[in-house]
């Protein structure tokens, strides 16, 4: 009987008949194994960045709208949770084989708020965390439990006003090809200039209430420059100023650059800040033309005023209004950065350059810091 039994034993060791099914009985658990384990990391990578990006939206969002005093504290953290609410509440289409289970975990929103330190303005900082909670397939489940949670924090910086003083000088072109039409019927370009520099000069009133830290001038250019308005803590002057332009004439920014830069550059005009607030201000220039200059030398003084502001720390942003070439290759190599260069296509863009300059000069721009 034993010799019979050991008889088998040794001839099903020996036969081939069914290693395949044998084989495939013991790899199918660990392909399948794998096959959740990827559908998981997968699942994971999205949750985590969505995520991000979602505590992102939501602290900008609540930063912007302290900034733009649009909205009180509680305000603002109800409008960062909607913004993740919106973003990551309904996931079931986008994750993998995880049914209804996944969701926000534990989310915090916090928000301090402090004074400038100068006038009535304020300074926030925005925190938003948050977890996701991604549920496991079956396989993985053995080895790593129900479910992971994923985490995202962000943080965002406004303020809505300035943290220094600044004087500005606007150059502006009125050349004749300034009266031709833009995008927006019966509004020529010299009309949407006007608009524009009203919307910088509402920025910068925003940032500085109390007309304490800030002053504005402009001049005008044609064939040649124009009467420049003086230095002014208000926006008035200025405005009106822009307000009275009529288009007319070619082009030649050179002679209302070297005027301006002499303005800002002056030491008395540093003096009046410091008297008046004991700081230094910073000082801005901003050159706008919708054309090229007339001659090469026109160009070439003009480009000499950007590289002596480079060298005093006086920021020269430039736009291109619906420019050819030769004047947008001018203005880029005459901006401080490639970020105070911009390229405005129709009416629109112009009037959301000039509020960009605005918000950056005054610094209030919202930014991510985390």
Not at 19 to 26: E, L
Not at 179 to 204: C, F, M, P, R
Not at 259 to 284: M, S, W
Not at 342 to 355: M, P, R, S, V, Y
Request: hydrophobic share 40%; aromatic share 4%; charged share 20%.
């Amino acid at each position: 009987m034993r010799n019979s039994i050991t008889k088998a034993i040794r001839l099903l060791l020996k036969t081939n008949s069914g290693n395949i099914g044998i084989m495939a009985a013991m790899i199918m658990p660990l392909v399948l194994g794998a096959g959740g384990v990827s559908i998981d990391a997968s699942n994971l990578m999205w949750a985590k960045s969505t995520l991000q990006n979602a505590t992102d939206a939501a602290a900008l969002a609540a930063a912007s709208g302290l900034a733009n005093e649009q909205m009180s504290v509680d305000e603002a953290k109800k409008q960062a949770k909607t913004f993740l609410y919106a973003r990551m509440g309904s996931p079931t289409d986008t994750l993998s084989s995880t049914g209804s289970e996944a969701g926000l975990a534990a989310h915090d929103v916090t928000i301090d708020s402090s004074p400038t330190g100068l006038g009535s303005g304020k300074q926030f900082s925005v925190t938003v965390k948050s977890g996701f909670t991604v549920p496991l397939t079956p396989m993985t489940r053995l080895l790593a439990g129900s479910s992971v949670t994923v985490h995202a924090e962000s943080q965002s910086k406004g303020q809505t006003a300035t943290e220094s003083s600044l004087s500005m000088f606007l150059v502006l072109d009125k050349s004749g090809s300034m009266s031709s039409a833009t995008n927006k019927k019966g509004v020529s370009k010299i009309q949407s200039l006007k608009t524009a520099v009203e919307g910088l000069l509402d920025t910068l009133s925003k940032a500085d209430p109390d007309s304490k830290y800030t002053r504005t001038a402009a001049v005008s250019y044609s064939t040649s420059q124009d009467v420049p308005s003086s230095l002014s803590w208000s926006k008035t002057p200025t405005l009106a100023y822009v307000q009275n332009l009529k288009a007319a004439g070619n082009t030649d920014s050179s002679g209302a650059m070297k005027t301006a830069y002499a303005a800002l550059t002056d030491p008395a005009e540093t003096a009046v800040h410091i008297a008046k607030t004991g700081l230094t201000p910073k000082r801005f220039l901003v050159l706008m033309t919708d054309g090229d200059n007339t001659a090469t030398k026109n160009d070439t003084d003009t480009k000499a005023i950007c590289d002596k502001a480079r060298i005093t720390q006086t920021t020269v942003y430039t736009v291109a209004f619906m420019a050819p070439a030769k004047g947008k290759a001018l203005l880029a190599s005459c901006a401080t950065t490639s970020a105070n260069f911009f390229q405005a296509e129709d009416a629109d863009a112009l009037i959301a350059a000039f509020k960009s300059i605005g918000r950056d000069a005054s610094m209030l721009g919202v930014r991510l810091t985390k």
